[in-house]
């Protein structure tokens, strides 16, 4: 695949800037609170509306699940928002193909299937338990923290960039 078929990540970088911007200007005006770009809750909402179809008084009873927690909003909107987005651009890109184990991962810890998905279901899994520790995740304490030129914000990316090169070059030896 050439560079030329590529998005550009300054395009892409800028939209979604633009759309952090948008979002925060469009849940003041209809809620009457700012509501930042983020992600991870809606995970949280769609397990809670998954158990609610199997276990309802389970979800009724937990705390965690409050009415208002267990819905689809405009989050949820924005994480299909995310899945079809990424797809089209990969169309539009002509950089689209499927594989089951990247060639990166093949290359470090070999061509299992099983392995990788091991890998990835149990990478979703940290990364969600982080998220729910810190009560918000990458994009919701990174970008929406830079956008309010939050100190925490900036802290939050800084660890989240550095924390990132550190595990990559721990498991691929690379940066």
Known sequence: MSLENRW???????????????????????????IFLGASTTFVRAAGLIERTVAPDHVTANEYFTKEKVKIDWQFMLILGVFFGALSASLTGRSYKREAVPPIWAERFGPSLRRRAFGAFFGGIVMMFGARLADGCTSGHGLSGLMQMSVSGFVALTIFFLTSMGIARLVYGRT
């Open 8 to 34: 550009m990540p300054y395009i892409a970088g800028a939209l979604t800037g633009l759309l952090a911007v948008l979002s925060a200007a469009a849940t003041t005006k209809t809620l009457g609170k700012t």
